[in-house]
């Protein structure tokens, strides 16, 4: 067994090889300063991809941004910050091979973390602020006179440097690690802490630079290394929370085959989950239980001041074995009884359902395609709000009724935002959504619509698909293509073109539309070309150019192929090869009514204001948003939720 002792100061330690050979461990305290600081991390070509999800690099920055909040006060300075407590991001390993360190455990949190310093890096330089000079060597070091990657991985260090310039940088084609450090930068331009932070981001990077830290182990061969990463992982491995929470459950269990029934139930309710296939997930488990507990019982939040301490929502989040044992009445558990129902009932229950959803995230499912928008959108409390009108007991189609119309609440409030530029964010909506569970728990179905109506009536003074005037915002009217809006605008067009096409009598082929897999997958297509000067009549700037060129009205899909083979054509040019597309593309060309009895038919029955044009300019335009807006009323109209009714 491999034991060392660890300390902020390097200590060697002895250990023992399963062959009886000793190796070196050297365990450092590192805050990421010290990690990264001109230094140089590489990996092996056999390990395995960079996997993080929006969900999991949306709570790296919401626990960072926790913990800051708990020390940072209205007003503090950078210097302030040095004052401030620690944060412990767990361990890393290492090992040398000439000047070079190999990351053998450690490399989905330490792109993560580049990722953060990049982004970081760009909205300070952008704000003029000091912190620039102290974060840029973190993230490269000067080699010669070439930047010189924290990750010195060869296939990434383009998009890497893409980044870091704020260019943009194509993925389509890339390996999978590329395409996902990529994807998960740019939900970190979506979360934007930055803009929460406010006046806090300088000190906040203080911190996290100088306070927030791992440990790293350090080994003098890969065999000492691996042989470390082996016995961290398969031997030895503490409880985790899921395992706590069940034997705090069956301490209260004296009769010998009611707690083995339980156990059984237990653990394959939670196997079923954790073995999902295509994606299996170990930790999977636990996050359904935190989805779970959240929805069903979370009573109180963490205030949204600084200095506040965390409540249910949050302690649920971090240790909600703890939580549960130390609100036993609210959960219903205590005593043999009600710790049997919970575990024999209660948690199998839930547990299909959230399983309903997990499948119909990842798949089409007829009658559950609210789900699988919000998931497009990478909406990441959607699962955790579904649960939450469910009732023990309730029929498997009052369960669907129940997770379809809280879904389509939730596409409907998440769209308005988009369109509004509002971010949507883990951490900059978790309140709202704890509201939204505390509201509708339990609710019978016919109860629940109602109140998700009647939420929406109430949102939609304020949040609308016409604008948001406390912010300032035009909603459709004012919706361009940028950094932030690309995803949306993206799933907006898949929404509008699937529509068309099903009243077209076609196939609803939203989930291909929207498939990045696919060989010759879908994309935005600008209806102008990029040339200002065939413009400029109408558009005398660059700037306002771009604006209605970005527009969403001036936009549609089309299979990768065609867009390259076309974008750089004047409308008139490209108007022919539209009119062999989908119908909402093909709808700017005549011959999409002259040929397509089924589309004629469907523009008639609609009264929707499509209209071919010869020419597109300024004032088509402005017509073709109205269409963009007319068909956005139908698709987002909360009228839907009636279809779940009984």
Not at 171 to 187: F, H, L, M, P, Q
Not at 576 to 596: D, E, R, V
Request: aromatic share 12%.
């Amino acid at each position: 067994m491999v034991k060392w002792t660890m300390r902020r100061e390097p200590l060697t330690g002895r250990a023992c090889l399963p062959q009886g050979r000793s190796m070196s461990i050297t365990p450092h305290y590192r805050t990421i300063k010290e990690l990264l600081q001109s230094r140089s991390f590489a990996i092996d070509e056999y390990q395995r991809e960079y996997k993080w999800d929006r969900e999991n690099i949306e709570e790296l920055v919401t626990d960072l941004q926790n913990r800051f909040s708990t020390f940072y006060r209205t007003g503090d300075t950078p210097r302030d910050a040095s004052d401030y407590g620690d944060y412990f991001l767990g361990s890393i390993i290492v090992t040398r091979r000439g000047n070079k360190s190999y990351l053998v455990d450690g490399q989905q949190r330490v792109t993560s973390l580049t990722l953060l310093l990049i982004y970081l890096y760009r909205v300070a330089r952008q704000r003029g602020l000091r912190v620039t000079s102290t974060v840029e060597p973190l993230i490269f070091s000067d080699d010669y006179g070439e930047p010189k990657f924290n990750l010195d991985i060869a296939e990434r260090v383009p998009a890497l440097r893409a980044l870091f310039a704020g260019a943009d940088y194509d993925a389509e084609g890339k390996d999978e690690s590329i395409r996902t450090i990529v994807a998960r930068y740019n939900d970190l331009v979506s979360i934007d802490p930055a803009d929460e932070l406010g006046e806090g981001l300088e000190p906040f990077v203080y911190w996290l630079i100088g306070n927030v830290g791992l440990i790293e182990i350090a080994t003098e061969t890969d065999a000492h290394a691996y042989s470390i990463f082996e016995t961290m992982n398969d031997r030895g491995k503490p409880l985790s929370p899921v395992d706590m929470l069940k034997a705090y459950l069956l301490g209260a269990v004296e009769d010998e085959g009611e707690r083995a029934n339980a156990n059984r139930i237990w653990k394959k309710t939670l196997l079923d989950l954790t073995s999902w296939e295509p994606d299996p997930d170990a930790e999977r488990d636990a996050t359904f239980v935190k989805a779970w507990l959240r929805a069903k019982y979370a009573e109180s939040i963490r205030e949204r001041r600084a200095g506040a301490l965390d409540r249910d929502w949050e302690l649920i989040g971090s240790t909600f074995h703890r939580w549960v044992r130390d609100n036993t009445s609210r959960v219903g558990v205590g005593d043999a009884g009600r710790n049997l129902a919970l575990m024999t009932n209660e948690v199998p229950f839930f547990a299909r359902a959230y399983r309903k959803v997990l499948e119909a995230s990842r798949g089409y499912t007829s009658g559950l395609e609210p789900v699988f928008y919000n998931a497009h959108n990478e909406f990441t409390w959607q699962s955790t709000v579904l649960l939450a009108p469910l009732r023990v007991g309730d029929e498997d189609e009052t369960v669907r009724r129940k997770l379809a119309a809280t879904a389509t609440y939730l596409d409907i409030w998440v769209m308005r935002r988009a369109a509004n530029y509002i971010r949507i964010s883990y951490s900059s909506v978790n309140y709202a959504m704890w509201l939204l569970c505390r509201d509708i728990r339990g609710m019978s179905l016919s109860d629940l619509i109602d109140t998700l109506r009647s939420k929406l009536d109430q949102d939609e003074a304020d949040v609308s698909f016409d604008g948001s005037p406390s912010r300032y915002r035009r909603g459709i009217a004012g919706l361009g293509l940028n950094q932030f809006s690309r995803r949306y605008i993206y799933h907006l067009l898949a929404r509008l073109t699937a529509y068309t096409e099903r009243g077209a009598g076609k196939p609803d082929r939203f989930d291909e539309l929207v498939d990045r897999t696919l060989k010759n997958p879908w994309e935005i297509e600008h209806i102008w070309p990029d040339h200002h000067e065939r413009y400029a009549d109408e558009c005398p700037s660059r700037e306002d150019f771009d604006l209605w060129r970005d527009h969403v009205a001036g936009l549609v899909l089309l299979p990768a192929d065609v867009n390259r083979s076309y974008q750089d054509k004047p409308f008139e040019r490209k108007a022919p090869h539209y009119a062999k597309q989908n119908f909402y593309a093909a709808s700017l060309t005549s011959a999409a009514y002259q040929h397509q009895p089924q589309f004629s038919s469907f523009v008639e029955r609609s009264g929707l204001p499509f209209r071919p044009y010869e020419r597109f300019g300024k004032a088509e335009h402005e017509e073709r948003s109205k269409l963009v807006r007319a068909l956005v009323e139908r698709i987002w109209d909360p009228a839907r939720l009636e279809d779940y009714r009984p």
